[in-house]
């Protein structure tokens, strides 16, 4: 009996201590659902935390929506936030480009949440505070009202599978600027669509050194996407690998436009509806997070409730892979072997059926 209550109180001791730390019994909560929902930043020290697709941010600074070289767009998203270094970069950058290269003035898009951490919509990263998209269309000379800075979009420089920039929309200036972008030591990459970045490679002229910093990837036809280096004199920010050694051009930009002609290929013979349906990606929970932006999301007003961990859903339970795999069927099997030797897939390195990976820009 006495061995019985020992085990007991033992049991009860080791609960209420993983309560007090703050983590889940059940299961953890979805991330995002979480930092989605803050409206204000966290009042602690300024911070970028983790990395750019799995941290947060503490101490956020706000862009302030109009400056002398910028103008801040979408601000019903509240996403202009982010690390006093970032917000010191694009006032610096703005204003730099207006008065020294002749640029009207840039408008900026998403930057981070106030707590940064993953979004509800959109971005897999701009989570530590140190991401930010700018967009391609400039500044107008007159200032935006509410309506147009929600309302307003900007212009695309290429085509979705585009091998060159779309003449009637590139401009000379398109190279100074994004050269200034990359010139500020604390900027690590800058992504571009692959013609953006081909289009730079054939008008930088001799100084080709900044070109290093310009990373060519999906999508970037309407904006281009400025990362930071974490900020010095603090851990627990983890920087990407610097870029391979070079301007990226010559071998690297004739990949990736068979990259481009391959997935122009795919778009136009993909099946309209899926045989299967897809399964639902895997969301980031708290527990895929540095264990500081729990205390992000606990610091100050609108701080989360400990019911916000404890009575999340229990994480799902996969099956062993060899026990999956004895459950299928030869058929299955079979099936899976044909639908891998499709010859209309595109076979070349880093694409697969779909022409958008998930995987980390390099």
């Not at 983590?23 to 970028?48: C, D, H, N, T, W």
């Not at 391609?136 to 200032?143: G, L, V």
Request: proline share 9%.
């Amino acid at each position: 009996m006495r061995r019985l209550v020992f085990c007991l109180s033992l049991m009860s001791l080791t609960l209420s201590g993983i309560l007090a730390m703050g983590a889940p019994v059940y299961g953890e909560p979805i991330a995002k659902q979480l930092f989605g929902k803050m409206k204000s930043p966290a009042p602690l020290s300024a911070r970028a935390i983790g990395s750019y697709a799995r941290g947060c941010l503490s101490g956020g600074a706000m862009l302030p929506i109009s400056g002398p070289g910028w103008e801040a767009m979408k601000l019903w998203r509240n996403r202009n936030w982010g690390h006093p270094q970032l917000v010191k970069y694009l006032e610096r950058f703005a204003t730099e480009a207006q008065t020294i290269d002749g640029w009207p003035g840039l408008l900026i898009g998403d930057l981070a949440q106030p707590r940064g951490g993953p979004m509800l919509t959109g971005h897999k990263s701009h989570q530590s505070g140190l991401d930010a998209d700018i967009w391609y269309r400039p500044k107008p000379a007159e200032p935006l009202s509410k309506s147009e800075r929600a309302d307003s979009w900007s212009i695309k420089l290429a085509d979705t599978y585009g091998r060159k920039v779309i003449t009637e929309n590139w401009k000379p200036g398109y190279v100074k600027l994004l050269k200034r972008a990359a010139s500020y030591p604390e900027t690590a990459r800058i992504f571009v669509h692959p013609a953006v970045k081909r289009a730079l490679c054939e008008g930088a002229g001799s100084d080709r050194a900044w070109l290093r910093k310009i990373r060519p990837w999906w999508s970037h036809n309407y904006h281009f996407h400025v990362r930071l280096k974490c900020p010095s004199g603090y851990s627990g920010c983890a920087n990407q690998p610097a870029p391979p050694v070079g301007d990226g051009c010559g071998k690297q930009i004739a990949y990736w436009m068979k990259k481009l002609e391959a997935g122009e290929k795919w778009s136009k013979t993909k099946p309209k509806k899926p045989k299967k349906p897809k399964k639902p990606k895997k969301e980031l929970r708290m527990a895929d997070l540095p264990k500081s932006c729990r205390a992000v999301l606990n610091a100050g007003p609108g701080a989360v409730s400990a019911a916000a961990y404890s009575t999340a859903a229990p994480l799902p339970v996969r099956r062993p892979a060899v026990a999956a795999a004895a459950a299928q069927s030869s058929t299955a099997r079979a099936s899976t072997a044909k639908a891998n030797k499709d010859a209309s897939l595109p076979r070349l390195k880093g694409l697969t059926a779909a022409p958008l990976p998930t995987r980390k820009p390099q």
